[in-house]
């Protein structure tokens, strides 16, 4: 229907002309009596030939369609570690890690980044088959130049000593090569295992990395200069077998927890986080479309922010849809890999707030479906995670039926596909009756208030 508006806008719909498009004589027919009782379009009478043009209303939704567009394409990067930042990620061989570093070097490839990825010795085989797995081409991006894969040994101890001086000459000219030849950023990816390359004595590493050198070159790299905006970096380590003492002090060294650049990602406890408190595996959970019923008191939001976390551990896209002032817009607004779609009272015509979020005129059902819809579409082979907020807002707002009737075909949209879902109500604010129709379009039901998360039913 965009597509048709678009059309009408450039002045290229005509009832005797086929549209560019492919849409026969036949469907435009079909479409434009819906088109034109919408006042999406209107009729230019003072024409030849009779002319259908966009209305105010048709261009305002031509404007959603490219701003849900905008977002859709951004969500493409679904680690989404932007400039400048840094990602410190924990494993043990008990989680897939490579499902997350494919994901990075992928991205990286994909937006012109020179990616250099850096592994444990005893994994040169295992990391290209992997890479490949996960539909990267390694032979190709490696003649080009764009990735560089190096054992941790080959890149900071050729001579088997570990020269700090040296390391930092070859990472500030490498960082500076990629600058010189395009790459729009040096992309790091150091996967340090277990340290076993320093024997374990990871402190060395450490005191390495630590050092001011890499916020203000200074002395004999004076001449080079601060490539820190221009580098994303991600940083891992094998926790396992790690005691809790030693483990704190590794987080304080790698800078978890401050400054705000740098993002944790904890894979161990990740990638079932929300599962986990349903007592199943992020398998099972895949897919499943949950009501969760929650008393406004309580802190909810803890339920929701393990399900992003579980998303981000398995790589897969997050699209919340709530309110600019709501908890969950407020628990989750620095969680980059999280797409907002902010239903707004206030806002009569969509908009792009930031680059992970669109406003969106909160009684137009037809725009939240439609917004619905393009996510389906882009995303079809993919295990998207949902969280649609405010159902109690949408009530009060444009009432039960409507709301209902676009529950409803919500959910028989999700039906078929692996889009996981969860619907929040706040179980408070409604009389049982309603209560009762809306668990009714739901195999599975949580409840959340003083005494935490209860798991009603699931099947």
């Known amino acids: 229907m965009a597509e048709i508006l678009k059309g009408a806008r450039e002045g290229l719909l005509r009832t005797q002309i086929a549209y560019k498009a492919g849409l026969s004589s036949a469907q435009l027919r079909e479409f434009l009596p819906v088109l034109l009782d919408s006042g999406l379009l209107e009729i230019d009478e003072t024409a030849k030939n009779t002319i259908y043009r966009t209305t105010n209303k048709g261009l305002r939704y031509i ?47 994909e937006n012109g980044d020179l990616v250099d990825y850096t592994y444990p010795d005893e994994e040169a085989e295992t990391v290209r ?23 941790l040994s080959e890149w900071y101890m050729p001579d088997g000593k570990f020269d700090k001086e040296r390391v930092f000459r070859m990472e500030f000219e490498t960082r500076a090569e990629a600058k010189r030849k395009g790459y729009k950023h040096y992309r790091a990816l150091e996967d340090l295992g277990d340290f076993s390359f320093l024997n374990g004595q990871w402190k060395i590493y450490t005191d390495y990395w630590d050092n001011p050198i890499w916020e203000i070159p200074s002395g004999a790299y004076t001449e080079l200069l601060d490539y820190t905006p221009f580098v994303i970096e991600l ?3 094998n926790v396992e077998g790690i005691g809790e003492a030693q483990l704190a002090e ?23 986080a929300f599962a986990k408190l349903l007592n199943i595996s992020h398998k099972e959970l895949v897919g499943r479309k949950i009501l969760l019923e929650f008393d406004p008191a309580s802190e909810y ?14 790589v897969c896209p997050v699209f919340v849809f709530t309110s600019p002032a709501s908890i969950l817009h407020a628990s989750l607004a620095k969680q980059a890999t999280v797409k907002f779609f902010l239903l707004s009272t206030s806002t009569p015509t969509p908009e792009s707030k930031a680059e992970n979020e669109v406003i969106l005129p909160a009684k137009n059902m037809t725009l939240l479906t439609d917004a619905l819809n393009k996510v389906l579409d882009e995303y079809a082979l993919a295990n998207v995670f949902m969280v649609f907020d405010k159902l109690s807002e949408l ?22 596909s692996e889009v996981t879902a969860i619907f929040l109500l706040n179980k408070s604010a409604h009389e049982l009756q309603i209560i009762s129709h809306i668990r009714e379009l739901f195999q599975n039901l949580l409840t959340y208030d003083k005494d935490g998360l209860k798991v009603v039913k699931i099947s």
């Open 129 to 151: 088959a992997k890479l490949k797995e996960h539909g990267i081409d390694v032979e190709k991006y490696e003649r080009k130049g764009a990735l560089v894969l190096t054992s």
């Open 395 to 416: 009530i009060n707002l444009v009432g039960f039926d409507k709301t209902y009737k676009f529950l409803l075909d919500v959910t028989e949209m999700l039906h078929q």
């Open 235 to 237: 940083v891992a380590f």
């Open 301 to 314: 939001e803890k339920v929701i922010q393990s399900l992003v976390k579980e998303a981000i551990a398995n």
């Open 250 to 272: 590794m987080f304080k060294a790698f800078w978890v927890g401050k400054p705000e650049y740098t993002v944790f990602i904890d894979l161990l406890e990740y990638t079932n």
């Open 63 to 109: 404007q959603c369609h490219t701003e849900i567009g905008e977002l859709l394409k951004k969500t493409r990067t679904r680690l989404n570690i932007k400039e400048g930042e840094m990602a410190v990620v924990t494993y043990t061989s008990a989680v897939d890690k490579m499902k997350v570093f494919s994901a990075f070097v992928r991205e990286g490839l």
